[in-house]
C-alpha cells in the first residue's frame, strides 16, 4: 500500500484528470495593479497613495497578489485569497490602507483559493 504514495524524483506521477469544458478557459494571473487599471480605475490613486506609504517591495509583496478590492463609500473589501497574506495585511498595514484609500472600515476576506487555506 506504501508503495502507492511513492514518486520518483521527489514528486508524485499523478496528473489532474477533469471533464471537458469548452466554457471554461484558463489565463495567467496579473499583478492587481496591471488589472485594476482596466478594470477598476476608480481605485487607482489609493493604490498609487498605497504604493508610496508602503515602498516598491512591500506593495509588490502584499498587494499585487490580491484577487480584488472593493471600496463602497467609506468602507473597504480586500480578498486576499491566502490567510498568510490577510493576517499580515491586518496586522501591520490596516492603518496605512485605510489612509490611502480614505476609509473608515477594511474588511480583509482570506482563504478565497477554494477555501483550502482558510482558518
Excluded at 471537458?20 to 487607482?44: G, M
Excluded at 490580491?66 to 499580515?88: C, D, F, H, P, V
Aim: charged content about 25%; glycine content about 10%; proline content about 3%.
Amino acid at each position: 500500500m506504501a508503495e502507492d504514495f511513492l514518486g520518483y524524483g521527489g514528486r508524485l506521477d499523478e496528473e489532474f484528470v477533469h471533464a471537458e469544458n469548452k466554457s471554461i478557459k484558463t489565463e495567467p494571473f496579473e499583478k492587481f495593479e496591471v488589472r485594476a487599471a482596466f478594470e477598476k480605475p476608480e481605485l487607482l490613486d489609493g493604490l498609487v497613495r498605497l504604493k508610496t506609504a508602503m515602498g516598491e517591495a512591500a506593495f509588490e509583496k502584499y498587494i499585487n497578489p490580491l484577487e480584488n478590492i472593493n471600496i463602497s463609500g467609506n468602507s473597504l473589501l480586500i480578498l486576499a485569497g491566502a490567510e498568510k497574506l490577510r493576517t499580515a495585511l491586518v496586522s501591520r498595514w490596516l492603518p496605512v490602507i485605510k489612509a490611502a484609500f480614505n476609509v473608515v472600515n477594511v474588511r480583509v476576506v482570506g482563504g478565497g483559493r477554494g477555501g483550502v487555506d482558510a482558518y
